[in-house]
């Protein structure tokens, strides 16, 4: 007899797989942290003007967004500005409804802190700002917010 065996028929042990539950779900947990969800689909161009005296606001679900600027070139709606609330296009007379909409959504406490954020490009005419600020006046809507890239004014001129 010899003293060797044979381990030609022997065969692997099995992988465990009782840690791949804890795997699945650190992985899963980790994609709910790290994804942000978008709120709105921008469907106009919306490069910001830079200015150098900027305030970052703290309350995300206080700001009601209206975004101005040309559409975007997969929408064949010309080069004239247009105003877009809430992932469609609309005119300046949606803008009283838009606001009254988002005051009703939330709550009684939150209304008197609502600030209405203007996201305008920055080749986009003041007419079209001011038609759209005259709305918001009719609704009392009078907190105003001009969202901006951070960085030295000048940079607007180019």
Same mark, same amino acid.
């Given at each position: 007899?010899?003293?060797?065996?044979?381990?030609?028929?022997?065969?692997?042990?099995?992988?465990?797989?009782?840690?791949?539950?804890?795997?699945?779900?650190?992985?899963?947990?980790?994609?709910?942290?790290?994804?942000?969800?978008?709120?709105?689909?921008?469907?106009?161009?919306?490069?910001?003007?830079?200015?150098?005296?900027?305030?970052?606001?703290?309350? /995300?679900?206080?700001i009601m967004n209206i975004y101005a600027?040309?559409?975007?070139?997969?929408?064949?709606?010309?080069?004239?500005?247009?105003?877009?609330?809430?992932?469609?296009?609309?005119?300046? /007379?949606?803008?009283?409804?838009?606001?009254?909409?988002?005051?009703?959504?939330?709550?009684?406490?939150q209304r008197p802190f609502l600030i209405?954020?203007?996201?305008?490009?920055?080749?986009?005419?003041?007419?079209?700002?001011?038609?759209?600020? /005259?709305?918001?006046?009719?609704?009392?809507?009078?907190?105003i917010n001009y969202t901006t890239r951070?960085?030295?004014?000048?940079?607007?001129? /180019?």
């Amino acid at each position: 007899m010899s003293k060797f065996k044979n381990k030609k028929n022997t065969q692997l042990p099995e992988i465990s797989t009782a840690s791949l539950p804890d795997i699945v779900f650190m992985l899963l947990f980790f994609f709910m942290v790290a994804t942000v969800m978008r709120k709105d689909v921008l469907m106009v161009e919306n490069n910001l003007p830079y200015a150098d005296q900027v305030e970052k606001l703290d309350k /995300k679900n206080l700001i009601m967004n209206i975004y101005a600027g040309k559409p975007s070139s997969r929408y064949h709606l010309g080069s004239e500005s247009r105003i877009q609330l809430n992932d469609k296009f609309a005119d300046v /007379k949606d803008v009283q409804s838009f606001i009254l909409e988002e005051r009703r959504s939330k709550r009684e406490a939150q209304r008197p802190f609502l600030i209405t954020s203007l996201k305008v490009d920055e080749h986009t005419k003041m007419g079209l700002v001011g038609d759209i600020k /005259k709305e918001l006046r009719k609704v009392e809507a009078l907190k105003i917010n001009y969202t901006t890239r951070q960085g030295e004014a000048k940079n607007n001129l /180019k």
